[in-house]
């Protein structure tokens, strides 16, 4: 039992740290390198206590991934800007579990014991149902704050990067501790330059990113970096299919509290889908925690 709650920490911080992103304040270039670097510092604290034995390869492969990672988590914080926590986070998290499903399926061969592909075929049904409740708009309403012209973007952009990085990773064998503090630092060189204003006209000419708003968000970064390790430490616990469901039912604090705590706006009938779509992205990534478990 023990384990289990262990288990779910990684679940409850990423649920948070949205929450956090958004309420501590400052723009999305403000936003995403306090994430990045408040990772980066706790990987150069920690890292020294895992005992890792790089190689140029292992080096060079987890600062690249970490570059492509730095890219899906800029993408990321403009979509909570764009179309807030509550409509990214769910949509995100299924968008992110149905690549890396489909992923697994076409370079790894998963899904071949007995009972596993009707088990996952039957998640990503539900996955595709709930990202579609959570995009469910009332009468398609110019709303304040809402922009799905830019959120659109995001999403595509910070999906593709998101699991892009996690299946190179992957390919190359790549241990997650060993991977931390170079990836962290790829993540950070890749979002210092796609957070200047050259490439984000749209916050204006003037550089934002230095500034004591950055150093709040230091704090969701370092928070972003413990969940990473926990979630690597819990595979070995309660193993590797149900830590990787566990670790996506933060899903139900972001939206939540993206809904109840920061005040973003819905209908009544926009709320109930909502509801429904992140109850069937949850039960989506447990299932797909089961056809790993199957296929085991």
Same mark, same amino acid.
């Given at each position: 039992m023990a384990d289990f709650f262990i288990a779910l920490t990684p679940s409850l911080i990423f649920g948070v740290m949205s929450l956090l992103l958004v309420a501590l304040g400052g723009d999305y270039r403000q936003q995403t390198m306090g994430e990045?670097?408040? +990772?980066?510092?706790?990987?150069?604290? /920690?890292?020294?206590?895992?005992?890792? $034995?790089?190689?140029?390869?292992?080096?060079?492969? +987890?600062?690249?991934?970490? +570059?492509? /990672?730095g890219v899906g988590i800029l993408y990321q914080v403009r979509g909570l800007n764009h179309i807030g926590v509550s409509r990214t986070m769910p949509i995100s998290t299924g968008a992110q579990l149905v690549g890396m499903a489909l992923g697994g399926i076409i370079l790894f061969g998963e899904w071949r014991a007995p009972g596993a592909m009707p088990v996952g075929m039957l998640a990503l049904a539900l996955l595709t149902a709930g990202v579609t409740c959570t995009t469910w708009t009332e009468g398609n309403p110019v709303r304040e704050?809402? $922009?799905?012209?830019?959120?659109?973007? $995001?999403?595509?952009?910070?999906? @593709?990067?998101?699991?892009?990085? /996690?299946? @190179?990773?992957?390919?190359?064998? @790549?241990?997650?501790?060993?991977a931390m503090l170079p990836q962290f630092a790829g993540c950070v060189v890749a979002c210092l330059v796609l957070s200047s204003p050259r490439f984000t006209p749209e916050l204006g000419a003037r550089d934002t990113r230095w500034s004591r708003v950055t150093v709040r968000q230091l704090f969701p970064g370092v928070l972003w970096g413990l969940a990473v390790l926990l979630m690597q430490t819990n595979a070995a616990r309660v193993g590797v299919a149900m830590g990787f469901s566990l670790s996506q039912l933060g899903v139900i604090i972001s939206t939540l509290g993206g809904i109840f705590l920061l005040r973003e706006k819905r209908t009544r009938r926009e709320l109930v889908t909502t509801m429904a779509g992140v109850v069937l992205v949850v039960a989506g990534a447990i299932l797909i925690g089961v056809a790993k478990a199957l296929d085991s």
């Open positions: 990045v670097t408040g +990772a980066l510092l706790i990987s150069l604290v /920690l890292t020294p206590f895992f005992g890792v $034995d790089w190689d140029l390869r292992t080096v060079l492969v +987890a600062f690249t991934t970490g +570059a492509v /990672l704050g809402v $922009d799905w012209g830019k959120g659109r973007v $995001d999403l595509v952009v910070s999906t @593709i990067c998101l699991v892009g990085y /996690l299946l @190179i990773q992957r390919q190359f064998g @790549i241990d997650g501790k060993e």
